[in-house]
Nanobody
Framework: QLQLSESGGGSVQAGGSLRLSCTSI?????????LSWFRQTPGNEREGVAA????????EYSDSVKGRFTVSRDAPRRAWYLQMTNLQPEDSGVYYC??????????????????WGQGTQVTVSS
């Protein structure tokens, strides 16, 4: 049974940085899939923020975070990360890591992900 666990959330002022980590237990490392980050705010659906495709390490970002966030992976540690810089209040929310179904799915479609972490809160104050 695959388990994902996030860490690294917290509270920062606008312009600050945070690094989120996601560790996995039991991930089948041989499968090509997206390792991704979503965020959710109250009353809204989960929004795809960033993704990394394991086969070629290509990355995807939402327009709102492009140039500020970086997704990366440490395959031997079965972990992936989200480095967030120049954080803004609109970046606040609960951040979830997720591992997608096999292959090049629509990376920002939450319904295409089989495994989710429990979420970590990020709060950015102005």
């Amino acid at each position: 049974q695959l388990q994902l666990s996030e860490s690294g959330g917290g509270s920062v002022q606008a312009g600050g940085s945070l690094r989120l980590s996601c560790t996995s237990i039991g991930l089948f490392s041989g499968a090509d899939r997206y390792l991704s980050w979503f965020r959710q705010t109250p009353g809204n659906e989960r929004e795809g923020v960033a993704a990394l495709y394991t086969r070629d390490a290509s990355t995807e970002y939402s327009d709102s975070v492009k140039g500020r966030f970086t997704v990366s992976r440490d395959a031997p540690r079965r972990a992936w990360y989200l480095q967030m810089t120049n954080l803004q209040p609109e970046d606040s929310g609960v951040y979830y890591c997720a591992a997608g179904k096999f292959g090049r799915i629509n990376w920002d479609d939450a319904g295409m992900y089989d495994w989710w972490g429990q979420g970590t809160q990020v709060t950015v104050s102005s």
